[in-house]
T-cell receptor
């Protein structure tokens, strides 16, 4: 059974600081996704990582994938308040129907 | 593209009543997923369809829950009878297989059962 673990689950940061969210998964997969969810809203796709060593960046967020270590990271650079949200990683799982297994999410709070 | 469409956006009902949630996937997408999100249990996959066929319903809590996908552009999730513990946000998501498999989520239906 595929398990996806994120840490930390809660993260309080000061503006301007850097931090990394980790996503570990238990079985082989070469598809890893990061989503953002604002309070009371739906999930919005941030990054799609489809190969070992893949790195993608958007603004202050950078995501990477190491399939050999079964690890993805979401790095936050110089955090700003607008980044406050819950971030989920999801791993592609079995078959060709597009099933994803989600982590529990990391709730990020950026304070001035 | 309009994105994934869900209705209603909010539903308040009394225990014992039947509830039907609706979803229209993105045109051209052939896999559809129903999720439930609560504070206690997080995001749970209930059931998913591929080419209108249910593939895995192991996440459906119990027989009170049922889902159908009569055609490529419409799916329903029905709860009968509803119970207070069914209160949650229900999301529908769709994807096109063979590509990146990125799932696109609808806005969700917030269900409150009193």
């Amino acid at each position: 059974e595929l398990k996806v673990e994120q840490n930390p689950l809660f993260l309080s940061m000061q503006e301007g600081k850097n931090y990394t969210i980790y996503c570990n998964y238990s079985t082989t997969s070469d598809r890893l996704y990061w989503y953002r969810q604002d309070p009371g809203k739906s999930l919005e796709s941030l990054f799609v990582l489809l190969s070992n060593g893949a790195v993608k960046q958007e603004g202050r967020l950078m995501a990477s994938l190491d399939t050999k270590a079964r690890l993805s990271t979401l790095h936050i650079t110089a955090a700003v308040h607008d980044l406050s949200a819950t971030y989920f990683c999801a791993v592609g799982y079995g078959g060709s129907q597009g099933n994803l297994i989600f982590g529990k999410g990391t709730k990020l709070s950026v304070k001035p | 593209d309009a994105g994934v469409i869900q209705s209603p956006r909010h539903e308040v009902t009394e225990m014992g009543q039947e509830v039907t949630l609706r979803c229209k996937p993105i045109s051209g997408h052939n896999s559809l997923f129903w999720y439930r999100q609560t504070m206690m249990r997080g995001l749970e996959l209930l059931i998913y369809f591929n080419n209108n066929v249910p593939i895995d319903d192991s996440g459906m809590p119990e027989d009170r829950f049922s889902a159908k996908m009569p055609n490529a552009s419409f799916s329903t999730l029905k709860i009968q009878p509803s119970e207070p513990r069914d209160s949650a946000v229900y999301f529908c998501a769709s994807t096109k297989t063979g590509g990146s498999y990125e799932q696109y989520f609808g806005p969700g239906t917030r269900l409150t059962v009193t």
